[in-house]
């Protein structure tokens, strides 16, 4: 009988062909890759392959203790392959829907991108990306990614084509492989952070735009497209979150000094969580990290890292009642 552990990274092997084999499996996919923008590649196909529709994600203890809510009784873990220790080993994190709140719960901060925050992003990407503004937001952030690609291409292309055997790629040469790969991680990355950000990339882009995708037909080729599309859509999404919250703080401010009443909404929010360090390659911020302040939607080397004040992410809690038992695993 195989292990849990030979369980589940078949599952992730399936899932990677399954998300690759089409156009709607593959933009479904990226939709969970922009909502979890903190967790690397990997872990954010776990939680797509056992709960697509999670929102925010943490493991028991930041759950427990950082945000003051409880994992329900039925709550069902979602398990996570951690490569970060000498053998690869399983972790669970909890979505913030099998979570219970308690007095003085905290809730996770999710940005909401709305079009008084367009002027402030469009200047940030500027600056930050080199994409001067355009036409749309939507143009913006795709020459952002654009631009990112380019580096990302030249700091990786050993491992990009190391790993293209069997696939569709492998009789190409240097150059065709990285026309291929730009072009499909740019689509992929743009999709989705225009799906966080609620700027209907279905509209946005044709089906055809996404035909360079499916070269990347075995779990290893997709990997190293996964890994760069998930990497870069979290840096300009982190960038676009940081933005945010920093015109929603002025704007209080702003009111408090007018002695304007403040948004009850936005002062019961929960702060944002600090950013993690950089991810490497092997892995990214996640987006319900061990965030202290707030849980983010980013990738991590654990199942939930700490995210920064500006995280989507919830810790898990210790259950039910206060002196309930830890729930072991799923």
């Known amino acids: 009988m195989a292990s849990k552990l030979e369980y589940y990274s078949n599952l992730a092997d399936r899932t990677a062909m399954m998300v690759s084999g089409s156009y709607q499996s593959w933009t479904s996919f990226l939709t969970t890759v922009g909502r979890l923008y903190k967790y690397p590649y990997h872990e954010q196909l776990m939680i797509y392959a056992q709960r697509p529709e999670a929102t925010a994600c943490a493991d028991y203890h930041l759950w427990n203790d950082r945000m003051g809510r409880y994992i329900r009784g039925k709550g069902t873990g979602i398990a996570l392959i951690d490569t970060s220790g000498t053998t690869p080993a399983l972790k669970y994190v ?5 979570t219970g709140a308690r007095k003085n719960s ?14 402030v992003v469009a200047a940030v990407l500027e600056e930050k990306y080199s994409a001067p503004k355009q036409h749309t937001i939507s ?14 291409w030249d700091d990786h292309r050993q491992d990009i084509c190391d790993n293209i055997d069997g696939s569709y790629l492998a009789d190409y040469d240097e150059y065709n492989i990285g026309v291929s790969f730009q072009n499909a991680a740019e689509v992929s990355a743009t999709y989705a952070i225009l799906s966080r950000c609620g700027l209907d ?24 497209l996964g890994a760069a599309v ?6 300009v999404l982190r960038t676009i979150e ?28 929960l702060p944002d969580s600090q950013s993690d360090p950089q991810r490497t390659e092997s892995a990214a911020p996640g987006q319900i990290r061990n965030d202290a302040q707030s849980v983010p939607a980013g990738a991590s080397p654990g199942a939930v890292e700490q995210s920064d004040s500006v995280g989507e992410a919830v810790p898990p809690s210790a259950g039910s009642r206060t002196d309930s038992e830890e729930p072991a695993g799923t």
Request: aromatic share 12%; hydrophobic share 25%; glycine share 2%.
């Open 201 to 224: 990339p279905d509209s946005y882009f044709e089906h055809e735009d996404f035909l360079p995708v499916f070269d990347f037909n075995t779990p290893g080729s997709l990997g190293v």
């Open 106 to 119: 905290r809730t996770p901060f999710l940005f909401e991108f709305r079009e008084e925050h367009e002027t």
């Open 94 to 98: 909890f979505d913030i829907a099998d």
């Open 242 to 269: 940081v933005t945010i919250k920093r015109y929603e703080r002025e704007k209080l401010t702003e009111r408090s000094q007018n002695h304007e009443q403040p948004d009850l909404q936005n002062e019961r929010r």
């Open 139 to 152: 143009q913006q952030i795709e020459n952002s990614i654009h631009n990112m690609l380019i580096e990302y």
């Open 230 to 235: 998930s990497q870069t859509s979290e840096t």
